[in-house]
């Protein structure tokens, strides 16, 4: 009775057990499952929330530039003193419009949709969308004159512009006005008598796609306040009703539309193996008694099973990992291969330090202290996935017990690569150059408003403009990595140069400003800029290659040219064009006569890009002799551009500024092909000789621009031959050589020009393919004279028959310089004497002519 008595009792005791067992593993389970979930919406929000955040200030910065900017160009026109005489009084219609001063030139280069100077009484002058206008501002713009004219001779200094928004035409547009005074030196300009220049830029789709491009947002447009939805990017447009808006890429969402689907059907077959499980227990409970050792072992797999089920419900993150009490790693989870490249087989055994690196603490040793804490610790560890990428993750962890033994560690890894680079990113490139490291325009702007805040009693300030000559060949020839390393260098250079009071800055591409604190004696501002151009012009090793460049500043004294920052910056880039122009490598201070010169350049660029659209250039040809001067071999073309208002202009006038400005490209293709087709109308098989410049080497293909010449004209490349000054193979000997070999392979003859001006040209007469050399003119005018000048000339023409080239002597004005070049047997002459350069209609009868005396022509050797 005894024993049926104990038998009797053992299920009633286990049963609750069980019970309890069930309840408790299943409320594990709701929990998990309601934790995995907060947590996966948490981290979309978070990024959701970044995105809005980037994208809001992202546009923000857009907005801001474009006001800087346009306040720049603003000012650049109304503190022109040859605009105030102009413009303030009754207006000059003549110099603004018909001149294109400020006429369509803004609209159609510059994008300015308005141009208006106004004064209190009325609109003076008007020019929308390129063509003058009658109508009153008030027609055109919703703000009003009168109180715009009010703000701007309200500011306290004249030479800064006022920005607002306003309707233009009914859309909305950025306004930039500007008082407009002289930049000389008369007597400070009462604000109350000037009139005020206004530009207005309505910001149109194309514009606002341009921005998108240029930021790297999405769909940047215009939308009216009362439709604007709430947790939209949006940047308002004060007084115009609209705002600035961007699509917003929604990472969050799109990491909830990636996970949920599979990580339902994950719940679910978990859910349905945890009811297998249940059904399991309850069965096996009926047996509990009958062996003590299988209820053991049951319950610790239980605990096994729990523990891991609990470790994945709180971590939900990207994958799972063990070790054991070695550190070696014993599991990774399915989702380690995904993530980071590797099989999980490639780490089994591995120490985990060997995969995980932490650079603030030993991984082991904060393992370790786990086993002092008793709840689930996290710690921020990178690691470098399988193409050799380095990740950050987010690293939890909790010790694994066995009989209060700890037996190894379990925990997650949650990648945040995106997350932190994303953060600093934003903190480092709102004030910092992402290549050099050095402060950017943005951080300098701040720098230099602290500054200058007390104005007069602020300590004196030196702005220096930095400009690197010859950097654009090494980026063309070598790729970016090169100029990369010249920018880097050429950073560390300027460091070394420089204070730790100075702040040295980069304002993009290969423009970097110096600010030096305390000092405006030009003594010592020219130690600092010699010391500079000597530290810039020490060679740059790369890559087995040894670069050279150079520099040019321009300088601006606080002191003298006032305490703006804009107004600083820009009298300093003035100075610098003005170094530039002086030949380079050296410096220059700001003057205000520079302003005029400045705008004059602008102009002419301007006139330049209209010339080439409207066709204004003409081509005029000079004949080559045989030496005997009686018959043509060889006809030059020459460059001629037709001024609509300066009238015909010399090359010398305009080449050098499509040089600077890469119009050089299209210009020299132009030339190309017209020269060519000309050639076909003339008689025999008479050479045109083309000259190109050394940009076109490096800024075009010049290869492929000379073929396509040829096959757009069908002139035979026999009868085309190129001049080619050594300047060439100075920027790039390897790379001349290999585009020399390919032009001749085109069949094209190749000239040497102004040969005996370089340092190494019979060097490059014996590598480089030539067919012929040009003896420069300066030799043959001062033949007659007491020097060794004739001596030169022999010496070059034995020197080409030698090597077996054709030598053209150039510049033949006189009938002695002719007659000493027969005597010493040059082969062929070109010059004034012969025949001036003259229009294709002129020259067609002198070939006939030529022609019909010589039917056949000889060799030209």
């Known amino acids: 009775m005894e024993m049926t008595a104990v038998t009797t009792a053992a299920p009633a005791r286990h049963t609750p057990i069980t019970r309890n067992l069930v309840w408790a593993v299943g409320l594990v389970f709701v929990l998990g499952v309601l934790i995995a979930l907060v947590a996966l919406f948490n981290i979309a929000g978070r990024l959701d929330a970044q995105d809005l955040a980037k994208t809001t200030f992202y546009t923000q910065r857009a907005l801001e530039n474009r006001i800087s900017a346009s306040k720049n160009y603003v000012a650049s026109y109304a503190t022109w003193t040859t605009a105030y005489d102009h413009l303030n009084g009754e207006v000059d219609v003549q110099w603004a419009y018909t001149e294109q001063n400020m006429g369509k030139t803004l609209f159609t280069t510059d994008h300015y949709d308005a141009v208006l100077v106004v004064d209190p009484q009325r609109t003076k002058y008007a020019v929308v969308r390129g063509v003058q ?138 859910a349905l193996l945890t009811v297998y499980f249940f059904r399991y227990v309850l069965r096996a409970s009926g047996h509990v008694d009958a062996s003590y050792i299988n209820l053991d072992l049951s319950n610790q797999a239980l605990e096994a099973s729990e523990e891991r089920f609990r470790a994945v419900a709180e971590a939900a993150s990207d994958w799972i990992w063990e070790i054991d009490d070695r550190h070696h790693i014993t599991y990774l989870s399915g989702r380690f291969g995904a993530v980071t490249g590797y099989s999980e087989q490639q780490w089994l055994g591995q120490d985990i330090e060997q995969l995980l690196f932490c650079d603030t603490t030993s991984l082991s040793l904060w393992l370790n ?22 990740r950050i993750c987010r690293v939890s962890a909790r010790p694994i017990h066995n009989k209060g033994t700890v037996v190894g560690y379990r925990g997650t890894a949650s990648d945040i690569t995106d997350e932190v680079a994303a953060h600093a990113q934003i903190q480092h490139l709102s004030l910092h150059d992402a290549l050099t490291g050095l402060p950017n325009r943005n951080k300098l702007a701040r720098y230099l408003e602290e500054a200058l805040v007390l104005k007069e009693h602020s300590a004196a300030l030196t702005l220096l403009m930095i400009d690197l000559d010859n950097f654009k060949p090494i980026n063309d020839s070598l790729g970016h990595p090169a100029g990369d390393a010249v920018l880097l260098e050429v950073a560390a250079r300027l460091r070394e140069c420089t204070r730790d009071i100075d702040l040295v800055a980069r304002l993009g591409g290969d423009e970097f400003v110096l600010v030096l604190n305390g000092m405006d ?68 201070y700001f003057a205000p006569h520079m302003n005029d010169q400045i705008q004059h350049r602008r102009k002419l660029e301007n006139d330049l890009r209209q010339a080439i659209k409207n066709n204004e250039f003409v081509m005029h040809y000079q004949p080559r002799y045989h030496v005997d001067g009686k018959q043509i071999v060889s006809v030059e073309a020459l460059l001629r551009w037709q001024h609509p208002v300066q009238g015909l202009l010399a090359p010398d006038t305009f080449i050098p500024l499509a040089e600077q400005t890469d119009l050089i490209v299209p210009l020299g293709r132009w030339v190309l092909r017209e020269a060519c087709e000309t050639a076909l109308s003339w008689p025999g098989e008479l050479m045109v000789s083309v000259n190109l410049s050394p940009v076109q080497f490096i800024r075009s293909d010049v290869v492929e621009d000379v073929r396509e010449a040829l096959i757009h004209s069908r002139l035979p490349a026999s009868r085309l031959e190129l001049e080619i000054t050594e300047n060439v193979m100075l920027n790039d000997v390897d790379g001349a050589l290999a585009t020399m070999n390919a032009l001749k392979e085109l069949g094209v003859r190749l000239n040497m020009d102004d040969f005996g001006t370089g340092y190494s040209s019979l060097g490059y007469l014996r590598t480089y393919p030539f067919d012929g050399i040009k003896i420069d003119k300066r030799f043959i005018s001062s033949m007659g004279g007491a ?12 020197l080409g028959k030698a090597m077996g080239l054709t030598v053209t002597a150039e510049g033949v004005e006189t009938l002695e310089q002719l007659d000493f070049l027969i005597s010493d047997e040059c082969h062929e002459v070109q010059g004034f004497y012969l025949s001036r350069p003259m229009e294709k209609q002129a020259l067609l009868p002198l070939l006939k002519a030529s022609q019909d005396d010589y039917p056949t022509p000889g060799p030209n050797l």
């Open 369 to 390: 202290r786990l086993n002092e804490e008793h709840n689930v610790s996290h710690l921020r560890c990178s690691y470098r996935d399988q193409s050799g990428q380095q």
């Open 787 to 798: 020097g060794n000048d004739r001596a030169v000339v022999q010496a070059i023409i034995n």
């Open 133 to 270: 206008s009658h109508d009153d501002a008030a027609a055109l713009l919703s703000t009003s004159m009168a109180e715009l004219i009010k703000v701007v001779q309200a500011q306290e200094s004249l030479l800064v512009p006022v920005s607002q928004f306003t309707l233009f035409e009914g859309q909305p547009a950025l306004l930039t006005a500007a008082a407009i005074i002289p930049n000389d030196e008369r007597p400070a300009v009462d604000p109350r008598s000037t009139s005020v220049l206004v530009f207005v830029d309505q910001l149109s789709p194309q514009k606002l796609n341009d921005l998108s491009t240029d930021y790297g947002l999405h769909d940047l447009s215009l939308a009216a306040d009362n439709t604007l939805v709430p947790g939209q990017p949006a940047v308002a447009l004060t007084g115009t009703g609209f705002s600035l808006v961007s699509r917003l890429e929604r990472p969050g969402h799109q990491l909830l539309w990636s996970l949920l689907p599979p990580l339902g059907d994950a719940l679910l077959i978990l």
């Open 521 to 588: 004696s030009h003594t010592e501002i020219d130690r600092i800029c010699e010391r500079v151009l000597e530290s810039l012009q020490q060679p740059i090793h790369y890559d087995h290659h040894t670069l050279h460049i150079g520099a040019s500043i321009g300088i601006a004294l606080s002191r003298r040219q006032g305490h703006m920052p804009e107004e600083l910056i820009r009298c300093a880039d003035i100075a610098l064009y003005q170094a530039k122009s002086d030949g380079k490598k050296t410096w220059c």
